[in-house]
């Protein structure tokens, strides 16, 4: 009996020794046609296969997803191709049959995780690993590696005149203002008349895909009203290296404009940009998937430092949020998620509403908001978050010389000190 008992442990032990998660060295990171995919939960290693976040991948890869919560399985679905994957299976259905998984869907941290390859090759998709920097490369079936043109911008109007898909805008000058242009002859950027009563003086970019603005360069724009940079249903956007804002700084809170603006977009990469007030708002998405934040500073800003809305996107990397007065939080999340890892967050005060992190009052779903390796110091606010927040988790995060109530029922703290 004593034996029996003994072989039935080995054998369970060996069981779940299959499917123990490991991490790779470093974060696996996913990137399809090109572009990072952000997930709230990191990608895992189980089996020798990467487990990523189940919604996450499929609206990724353009697929509706459903839940059937009595059966514990997704189902997605795309075109005549469809996916359904059921919690602890080695099985899942397809529109060509069944598919054996070297490691089945699991729940971590409260997310599904599946197999990437297997769910990703099922809509037709090549799948690359990276050993070399611990990252997976997903090709689309339409994928086609489209170069961009370069294009050089002397002056504001070469910008503006220069905006179109798969092109990379060359800043060669050191200062770029968007104000009192001749009109604009591009189909991709138009000027809002009006709104309410008053007009602005800004532009909005349109309808444009795969195209970088980068250089040694400042954008600006005068009208306090006005957003400096506006882009709507555009797909791949890079800003790398630009420093921009308004001209003059204003009055608390009577500055309205956001610095960057991003409306129903995909695919937005921010490198090592400086985001300056007096805009109210460094940057404001709506309704935005795959939002990329590396380096670079968010400060003088009036109302809040990053506000998502509508289901948006985003991952902020080793950014510097600071030297700002807030009507609300330095980050403003409805309805989104938000990850920030290794970011430095300081001397800002948050004057307005309860909380340094806020949350709107009437979101359905509850936004997810997590740092990591993250030092906030010699900021000023009554409390960490107000109380409609959830999902806020602080890990390995550093809290020093901050007026205010760091601790809150609605966030979670792993290894943090003060």
Known sequence: ?????????????????????????????????????VFDVDPLLVNGRTMVPMRAIFEALGAKVYWDNAASTA??????????????SPFMETHSGAVALDAPAMIVNDRTLIPLRAVSEAFNCLVEWDNATASVHIFSENYTDTEQTIVYAATA????????????????????????????????????LAYGMTAFDSYVIENVENMTIEGNAEIAIDDKMADVLKFRECNNITLSGLTIGHTTSYDEYQCEGAVTEFDSCNGVNINNCNLYGCGAIGIMASNVTNLIVTGGKIYDCTYTGI????????????????????LSGFLRIDNSEIKCVDCNIHNIVCSGFEGFIETSDWDD??????????????????????????????????????????NHPAATYINCSN
């Open 1 to 37: 009996m004593k034996k029996r008992i003994l072989l039935m442990g080995l054998v369970l032990v060996m069981l779940l020794t299959l499917f123990v998660p490991t991490m790779a060295q470093g974060a696996i990171k996913v990137y399809l046609d090109n572009k990072q995919i």
């Open 75 to 88: 189902t997605a679905i795309k075109g005549n191709a469809y996916v359904a994957v059921s919690i602890g």
């Open 157 to 192: 109007a070469d910008l503006l005149n220069a905006i179109g898909s798969n092109k990379k805008i060359i800043l060669t000058a050191s200062y770029y203002n968007l104000s009192g242009l001749a009109p604009i002859d591009n189909e991709h950027v138009s000027k809002p």
């Open 307 to 326: 506000w998502l809305t509508d289901n948006s996107k985003a991952i902020v990397t080793g950014t510097e949020f600071c030297d700002s007065v807030h």
């Open 365 to 406: 779903a509850p936004s997810v908001i997590a740092f990591e390796n993250c030092t906030f110091s010699d900021n000023t606010f009554k409390s960490i978050t107000n109380k409609k927040a959830q999902n806020l988790t602080f890990e390995n995060c550093s809290f020093v010389n901050n007026i205010g109530n760091m």
